[in-house]
């Protein structure tokens, strides 16, 4: 579980956070959602500790980010695995050298059970056996967000963090990726945080959904409970198609 | 004010550089890679350079210098130390600058734009570590080859004007290669050239680890890299040269 109290953020005197409390748990998909620029991949990041906050408390399970040094933030981090917008595969190794690379930089099993692992991670994102000797460039979009999330989960994270991870996706294949997601996170009851504005993600995964607006929380619920919400800045956001306005009404 | 700060965000890019690598396994296995990558295959460049401009300098000097009161020698001799004093170590580290600079610049500010840093960083991964310490160890270890190679096949080059054209004989050439020769000037030479590839592939590391936005940027990283570092390498350059030859 990770508990955010009271976070601010601020960049060269422009608050961009202000005072965000929220609870994201395990075995559930938390979905932080907003327009573009609402702060929403800043607070992602300042999660994750890739930015330093003004004020408030990011505790990990109970250990407080912020009060961590440097070595004991490279600790934590090991416990947790990222799903980059664009993928970020190191391109001078093939598919199955990047699901290996964190196993055999932490991992003290020998490379044999190293391989087995990361074997298994790419069966487990559906990834055949043929695309394993290829570098990110030959492959599709897809199977780099499979492969990222194969990466993600070899350490067997507690923690995994999803920016954007349907961007440049056809709906379908953003489909399978959000079911991914979903599913690994029950499987091995991780805690979950997915940066997202795709409305179909939001009502197909969004177990629990936080809505970003100007820097602040502006409405925290589940999937069901955004139909009948009254927020009207979550509404615009929402529900700005037709389709699924039409949704909204059907279901009210 | 950006001098300073740039000046301060260099050492400390730098104290996160040299510590204790995660795995020592994965650092001697970058290794070979970079020797292979900034030492092998500079390696035709620095033939190439080293052998015309060998030849080009023992015509030259040899054309300058007609003169029946200037021994025979003069022309191998003037040839030998410019080589060994500052083609083989200051040039060609110039020229060095711009292509070992320029591809470590841009293939660390490429893995920073597409994320493939913050990657490293969020799986708890020294990235700074991780990918530059190979790098400046690599062309470290290797520059000193790279120098002896330039001296040798720049005489070559100067020898080969001799066998085939009639403006200096090979055997005045010899004579004068071997003439009154300090071996002083190639241990000045190799150290410089270990000061000057520290300077390439950390200030190239140092523009690659910090740029960002786009392909435009790791562009203008990469240029940066090449015109900070030739201008820091003549800076040492007059630096060393007054320390050990004055």
Redesign the interface.
Known sequence: MIEVKGLCKSFENKQILKNISAVFEAGKTNMIIGPSGSGKTVLMKSI?G?HPIDTGRIEYSGRNLPDMNTSR??????E???L???S????SMTVLENVL??L???SRKVQEENIERARFCLHRVNLSEQVYHLYPAEISGGMQKRTAIARAIA?QPKYL?CDEPNSGLDPKTALIIDQLIHEITEEFNITTIVNSHDMNSIMEIGDNIIFINHGEKAWQGSKNEIFHSTNKDLNDFVFASNLFKKIKNSKQ | MWLLRDTGKYFLLMRKVFVQP??W??FFRQLPLELEKQGLQSLPIVIIISVFIGAIMTIQTKLNTENPMLPVYSTGLVTRDTLLLEFSSTILCLILAGKVGSSIASEIG??RI???I??L??????SANYLILPKISAFVAIMPFLVIISMAVGLIGGYLVGVFSDIITTADYLVGIQYAFIPYYVFYSLTKSLVFAFIISSVAAFYGYYAYGGALDVGTASTNAVVNSSVLILFFNLLITQLMLS
């Open positions: 994750i890739l933030i490279r600790r934590l981090r090991r947790v695995g990222m980059f917008q664009g970020a595969l190191f391109d690379f964190p055999e930089m932490f350490l963090f | 995660n795995r396994k994965m490429t893995m597409t994320e493939q913050d990657a960083e969020i799986m708890g991964i020294n």
